[in-house]
């Protein structure tokens, strides 16, 4: 992977407000979501620090430290942050919500930003074209060349991460944003068109189906 010392954080707070319950507690082949997304990290990087909903005790596998999330994805990283060991110099910052990411591309993540990137994601080329609807209805083209899907999960340098949240109280979206805006260098990693984001239960069921589930099982009407 790399001579530098790399950490992960695991993002397990969000209220799951469209998933209509507890996202994280949900379960894919048999296992949960969070416990899921923490043995991806721990086999490629090692024991992540664990962001939770307040109030939770942790019963999974074996973490670096857990930490209670904030009311935002902004706290929540805020809080897990400072308890990444200080020597730490890259950090990769996964979320629950893509539970079929895989080691290749946490080590991607980690070569691109050992490499010199502030930043790198996973992304893919848009395989639609781009229309802009605006207020009043009407359609602007704006094709697909050039654009890309980002996915998570995300790496960063320590140091940029750390001003990141030293500069900005609260970050729209994901912390890439902070990043561009700071003037940093975000670069891409191949991305993978199968790890799709949880955000309703259907969603489950189609990963089921990917990872080899009972075929006769149906897709859940929403």
């Known amino acids: 992977m790399s001579a530098a010392r790399v950490g992960a954080i695991v993002l397990a707070a969000g209220s799951s407000t469209r998933f209509g319950h507890a996202k994280q507690f949900a379960t894919l082949a048999g296992e949960r979501l969070v416990d899921r ?3 991806l990290a721990t086999e490629a990087i090692g024991p992540p620090v664990l962001a939770l909903p307040a109030g939770v005790t942790w019963d999974g596998p074996d973490v670096h430290a857990t930490v209670s ?10 809080n897990a942050l400072a308890a990444v060991d200080p020597s730490t110099e ?3 910052v996964h979320d629950i919500a893509r539970p079929l990411v895989t080691a290749r591309q946490f080590h991607r993540l980690v070569r691109a930003v050992s490499e010199g990137a502030d930043c790198a994601l996973p992304a893919w080329p848009l395989p ?3 229309k802009y609807r605006s207020a009043d209805g009407a359609i602007e083209h704006r094709g697909r060349e050039g654009y890309v899907v980002a996915q998570s999960p995300m790496a960063f340098t320590a140091t940029m991460l750390r001003r990141v949240f030293g ?3 609260e970050i729209p979206i994901e912390e890439s944003i902070a990043v561009e805006q700071l003037g940093g260098r975000v670069v891409t990693v191949p991305g993978d ?3 799709h984001h949880v955000v ?4 489950l069921a189609v990963m089921e189906r990917l990872l080899g589930g009972d075929p006769s099982w149906e897709l859940p009407h929403q």
């Open 128 to 130: 639609d074209t781009l």
């Open 167 to 169: 500069t900005f109280d």
């Open 200 to 203: 309703a239960p259907r969603d």
């Open 193 to 195: 068109p199968w790890s």
């Open 69 to 78: 999330g904030g009311r935002s994805r902004t706290g929540s990283v805020r």
């Open 37 to 39: 997304a923490v043995r």
């Open 90 to 92: 890259i950090v990769v």
